[in-house]
């Protein structure tokens, strides 16, 4: 089984030096992601060499517009989704397969249940139960673990910044990110927080933190002031604000008031070109190792 | 299905009012857990009555010396377990199973295999994958929640204290105790941190602490004053220390040095009488709760 170490990139040797200037280095989530998607390729092409032809599969299935892949139409079925998603699990050319959600169909449909019918073997988004419960409680080693948080992880590692021991704080508690980033944090060996829209003191509890890890869904929510001096900024956030001096008349912000944090944290993450290009890019290495498994196991 | 607020005690009216003194008010796990066995037999006479003959089932299953109920003999494979298991699972009579860890075999028996082979609706201690992603993930409704984090959740609420906005603190991350009960006071609203082996500042951590929940199996670890002051203090630890004074040469502890920390807390449980007899009365309720849901699949 592959290691939470093996996750762990090519490139820490050019990880960032330790900033000595008062503004805060950028974590920049392009130039790292296109690091692990190169290696990735590699990885990929040695699989192929070793099984003839052999490539990882991803299956995305969408209910809706906009869809890729699998695309169902809105008038689908619970039992239809369900339906396609066994057929995926069965498929052996297939090594993950992610829901679209949410399920914009004109049905009724069980989100948990659909979520949970993927195989855990294949559920490269780490959202069934079975995976949750192995992160949360744990055991890392076998488990799917939920792109964005991974994404997350990936970049405070390239800081350099040591996880074990440093008080972490966790905006939001969503299963997509708050939640399993508390868990990827706390087996890093961090104390962590987990704060959410019922904390009555947050900028308080974000001046604790060496590592700052925000999924609240705000505009700019985290002022720079709040931050503690030389903190590891990470902003999950993607929000639309109003912007009169662009063409389209908005623009793109994180849930960090960037401008302001970055005067006071030794890293920041830019939103956009931060955590998103990381997490396409840990999608892409879920099912990377999920292809690596299969292959162990026909090794077996 | 059963919401957790089913799960709150009938006594809420007779919860301890406020101290006024500066000694904690001792919340007495005997006097609670009496109180929710009454409660229990009585819905269990209800089913009986509306069923007739019904009663709740549960199984303990446990591998090596001082066993009850379903004994194996120390000399046990993994596939003896398994099929012991399984044959469980499949028994419509018994609505809990809960394996007896460690598994004391002679042969290997991998744990985490065989604690996810009993099926997730029997799982009365909480325990498997999948019922710990529900919880990780603030799914509470339909999964079992592990007996002690179960146990303190009451015993906290007995004092009256408010969950939501406050916060908690607990030491310790083991499946059993520390993180279901980490992820039972996030999902009950307070902001908690966890703390651990490698937290460095744990008495500047407990201080913070409106709740704090200790399972971290060092006797008399936390020290009073580090606590504070009208904080609610829950101590799952049960440790033997020396003690020349009695008969039997020792004594049991918890993990908080109890005189002190009974200075300044607000509300703390004793050990032993505090969370221990709760503990028993959670898996009774557990396996209550199951065969409910039982009963309302047969309705359907």
């Known amino acids: 089984m592959l290691s939470l170490a093996a996750h762990s990139l090519c490139v820490r040797?050019?990880?960032y030096?330790?900033?000595?200037?008062?503004?805060?280095?950028?974590?920049s989530g392009n130039k790292t992601s296109k690091i692990v998607r190169e290696r990735l390729k590699k990885e990929v092409e040695?699989?192929?060499s070793q099984f003839s032809g052999f490539r990882p599969g991803l299956v995305v299935l969408q209910v809706g517009i906009e869809a890729k892949h699998i695309r169902l139409p809105n008038t689908t079925t619970q039992d239809e989704v369900l339906h396609s998603i066994m057929s995926v699990n069965e498929n052996a050319c297939v090594h993950g397969l992610i829901v679209q959600l949410p399920l914009d169909s004109a049905n009724c449909i069980d989100t948990e249940l659909v979520t949970n019918a993927v195989s855990s073997q294949k559920d490269v988004d780490g959202l069934s139960c079975i995976n949750a419960g192995k992160l949360s409680r744990g055991d890392l080693n076998d488990c799917f673990i939920p792109c964005t948080p991974n994404a997350c992880?990936?970049?405070i590692r390239q800081t350099g910044v040591f996880v074990a021991g440093k008080h972490a704080v966790v905006i939001g508690r969503s299963k997509i990110v708050g939640a399993p980033m508390h868990d990827l944090l706390l087996w890093n060996h961090a104390t962590v927080t987990t704060c959410h829209s019922k904390t009555p003191d947050l900028p308080e509890q974000v001046g604790r933190a060496d590592?700052?890890?925000v999924g609240a869904g705000r505009a700019e929510m985290v002022r720079g002031e709040?931050?503690?001096e030389g903190a590891v900024v990470i902003d999950c956030g993607?929000?639309?604000v109003p912007d009169e001096t662009r063409p389209s008349g908005k623009r793109v912000v994180g849930d960090v008031h960037y401008s302001s944090a970055s005067q006071r944290a030794g890293y920041i993450t830019p939103v956009p070109g931060g955590v998103g290009p990381m997490t396409v890019a840990m999608l892409?290495?879920?099912t990377v190792q999920s292809a690596q498994r299969f292959l162990l196991k026909l090794r077996r």
């Open 211 to 213: 590592i700052l890890v």
């Open 238 to 240: 993607i929000n639309h």
């Open 46 to 48: 040695k699989m192929a």
């Open 284 to 286: 892409m290495e879920n």
């Open 13 to 15: 040797a050019t990880g």
């Open 153 to 155: 992880m990936e970049l």
């Open 226 to 228: 709040w931050v503690k």
């Open 17 to 27: 030096q330790q900033s000595l200037r008062s503004i805060a280095t950028v974590i």
